[in-house]
């Protein structure tokens, strides 16, 4: 690249370059509340365990660092971060409408949905998606080992102040991430090639592979 295309260039990758690092895992944006690590379950701990109501279709291990075995959550009951997990071929749903899907998960405002049917509620993306190629927008649904790692992220015992101006961050974050993505249907071809050569580099770096190769695309002035 040379010449005012490439000065051009230049002055476009640091801000398209930071639109693509908010594309990060939230878990990131968490740098405060680092994951605690669980004390080992020992006989000790087990033998204080209250025992499993015989009625219990689906025993469950306690959410968090808890070791004592609960009952799993069947259809319809609420769930969240605190809470036990949804029973096998259930998930942990949280309404599409829903504006902070995180804050409704850490108060338990979930509910336990057979998986076929989350899948259902799921609006499809028209065949002019204004998002690029494997960008999707945040589901409404936890599975259970984002379920754990929230739980690790914010013990029980732990203030929710500390945690919550994170979750805070994180959705305004979001929001100006959804409004971004409006504007990618107005952006020329150039513009949109080059989004999405930027969102695979922090792809890739995210995985930790290595980019042996990509094509990065020279747009001048007029996209």
Known sequence: MSGP???LCRGWLPALLLQAL????????VRGAQPVLCAPCTPERLALCPPVP?????????????CCQICALGPGQPCGVYTARCRLGLRCHIPAGESRPLSALIQGHGTCLPAS?????RTEEPADSIEPDDMSLESTEIT???LLNYQLMFPIGQDKSIPWNSITAYENMKAKRISELKKWKEQSPCQKELYRALYKLVKTQRSRGEIYKFYLPNCNKNG
Request: charged share 20%.
């Open 117 to 121: 049917e989350v899948g259902e509620m």
């Open 22 to 29: 908010l594309l990060l895992p939230a878990t990131r944006l």
């Open 144 to 146: 259970q080992d984002q």
């Open 54 to 66: 015989p009625d219990c279709p689906e025993p469950a291990r306690q959410p968090g660092c808890g």
């Open 5 to 7: 295309q490439c000065a």
